[in-house]
């Protein structure tokens, strides 16, 4: 645990808030984990130039003739 120093396993009633608030404190020290997670990009190390097109879209408008 990063409070106390010590190794806990988390059980499932309050695991939950363990990954948030990790996830809450890589973001408020800016490391580079917490900061995929915050752009919501891969955080493992995955290549993302061609897998995983099918989330975001970007619209199309049309011209005015």
């Not at 190794?7 to 580079?32: G, P, Y």
């Not at 919501?40 to 199309?60: A, M, S, W």
């Given at each position: 645990d990063i409070?106390?120093?010590k190794f806990s396993q988390a059980?499932?009633?309050n695991l939950d808030t363990k990954v948030r608030e990790d996830l809450e404190r890589m973001k408020k020290i800016r490391?580079?984990?917490?900061?995929r997670h915050y752009w919501n990009l891969r955080v493992r190390g995955q290549h993302t130039k061609t897998t995983g097109r099918r989330g975001r879209t970007v619209g199309v408008?049309?011209?005015k003739a």
């Amino acid at each position: 645990d990063i409070k106390d120093g010590k190794f806990s396993q988390a059980t499932s009633n309050n695991l939950d808030t363990k990954v948030r608030e990790d996830l809450e404190r890589m973001k408020k020290i800016r490391v580079h984990r917490g900061l995929r997670h915050y752009w919501n990009l891969r955080v493992r190390g995955q290549h993302t130039k061609t897998t995983g097109r099918r989330g975001r879209t970007v619209g199309v408008s049309k011209k005015k003739a």
